[in-house]
């Protein structure tokens, strides 16, 4: 296997600050949260970051989708450090901090866009059993600038250096010509560039820039949720989702070098994704129910586990062996957080 070198892996989206904590159905219906879900907030929600600050066991985490899967792909990577790449925007401010810190501690090289007139991001992850509901509060992430920052000669380089591109369905609300600035990039040079539904208000609000960027993305991630509510906006007609998947692997493609894949994850169900001209089904590693600490961010870690095998140029089965596997550890633990190594073999 490659030994990927520096900066071979690049992800870009919204850094954010999660904050969990562990809550009761009256909290959610309080702010008319489903159980699991990801939602951007509204003015209605301000108060419940406060209040989720004021429990008594409030967890702190580095987060944003994109930013933790490169860094579950550096973290099983190991060595070489910086092999993961990740640009998002900040505010100069103490959670902006931590950030720097965590993405430091992760060996990701992380280089954020820092401006002052928004705070850096938060997302606020309400666990209810193993249901998780987020809401984010964007402000800072919101701030990216493709001219003020991707576009400078430093960082474009970096760009350059990859070999493969992740950036999640979340980043088209703040910066779709940033993402078209890379997925073209990739597409030219006959690189992989990844991309995930994330949640089902982007296919559902943010369609058209999604389909702008889809004929460049050559792996498609999602989940059984984010599948269907893409197939309903795309008029499939069809719930089906090896149906849904071979479907999406046929819409038009930029760069017909490479048939593009798409990977749909189900929680514990099997993993359905396009091998060829075929779909494939991949059952997920066992867990006992009683294991399972924080689904949370099980989706950003089968993406980090998938990019780790990905970036080594293994097999699409291997791809998603990794995936699996950091997903299952990742759902034992609270946050989007790792032990020090990983036993994956």
């Not at 359905?272 to 009683?290: H, R, S, Y």
Request: glycine content about 6%; overall charge negative; some cysteine.
């Amino acid at each position: 296997m490659p030994t990927p070198s520096e900066n071979t892996l690049f992800g870009m989206g919204n850094p954010l600050l999660d904050i969990s904590a562990v809550v009761d159905k009256d909290f959610l219906d309080k702010f008319g949260l489903k159980p699991n879900d990801q939602i951007l907030a509204e003015d209605k929600h301000k108060a419940l970051f406060e209040e989720l600050v004021k429990r008594n066991k409030v967890e702190y985490h580095a987060g944003g989708s994109t930013q933790n899967s490169v860094k579950i792909a550096q973290w099983m990577i190991q060595k070489p450090h910086k092999v993961a790449t990740f640009f998002g925007c900040i505010g100069t401010d103490n959670f902006g901090e931590i950030l720097k810190r965590k993405a430091e501690e992760a060996h990701v090289d992380a280089h954020y866009y820092e401006q002052n007139e928004e705070p850096t991001g938060t997302c606020a992850a309400c666990i209810t059993g193993d249901n998780r509901s987020l809401v984010a509060n964007l402000a800072a992430a919101n701030c990216y600038k493709k001219e003020k920052h991707l576009d400078l000669d430093s960082n474009w380089e970096l760009v350059e250096k990859a070999k493969v591109y992740y950036i999640a369905g979340f980043f088209l609300t703040v910066s779709p010509e940033s993402i078209l600035k890379v997925a073209k990039h990739a597409a030219d040079k006959n690189k992989v560039f990844c991309m995930n539904l994330s949640a089902p208000f982007i296919s559902q609000f943010f369609k058209e820039p999604l389909m702008k960027v889809m004929p460049y993305v050559d792996i498609l991630f999602g989940n059984e949720t984010e599948a269907a509510t893409f197939a309903k906006e795309l008029g499939f007609e069809t719930d089906d989702i090896a149906e849904i998947a071979r479907r999406t692997q046929n819409l038009p493609k930029e760069n017909t070098k490479r048939q593009r894949v798409v990977v749909f994850t189900q929680g514990k169900d099997d993993t359905v994704a396009t091998v060829g001209e075929k779909v494939t089904m991949f059952p997920v590693l066992d867990i006992d129910q009683n294991d399972i600490v924080d689904t949370n961010g099980a989706g950003d870690s089968f993406v980090g586990g998938f990019l780790f095998a990905l970036v080594q140029e293994q097999a699409l089965e291997e791809c998603i062996r990794a995936g699996h596997y950091a997903a299952n550890v990742i759902i034992r633990r609270v946050g989007c957080t790792f032990p020090e190594k990983p036993d994956f073999h």
